[in-house]
């Protein structure tokens, strides 16, 4: 069984930058990973996804050219570095996993979830 666990959220100011990173655990193989983040009181809202290979990467139109995700599958681990943070990127973080990439935005078409990391930016 697939295993996710989050780490790097925490308290910002606005104009700052976090970084989280996603361990991955169990048959890790071909793996696509995926952001999500949900603000209270709203749906679970996509923010990025990648392929195994780190060729294929898609960025929700509201963090595009602030957030960046990466991966290194030797540590199965996946980066998401966020700049530029807005109180509106005020949620809960979750990375996601799914048996090959679709580049889907959908939380339904992903299989494994983390537990989810808190990032509050303030104004």
């Known amino acids: 069984q697939v295993q996710l666990v989050e780490s790097g959220g925490g308290l910002v100011q606005a104009g700052g930058s976090l970084r989280l990173s996603c361990a991955a655990s169990g048959p890790t193989l071909n793996l696509a990973m995926g952001w999500f983040r949900q603000a209270p009181g709203k749906e679970r809202e996509f923010v990025a996804a990648?392929?195994?290979?780190?060729?294929?990467?898609k960025y929700a139109d509201s963090v595009k050219g602030r957030f960046t995700t990466s991966r290194d599958n030797a540590k199965n681990t996946t980066t998401l570095q966020m700049n530029s943070l807005k109180p509106e990127d005020t949620a809960i973080y979750y990375c996601?996993?799914?048996?090959?990439?679709?580049?889907?935005?959908?939380?339904?078409?992903?299989?494994?979830w983390g537990q989810g990391t808190r990032v509050t930016v303030s104004s």
């Open positions: 990648i392929s195994w290979s780190g060729g294929n990467i």
């Open positions: 996601a996993a799914r048996r090959y990439y679709s580049g889907s935005s959908n939380p339904t078409m992903y299989n494994y």
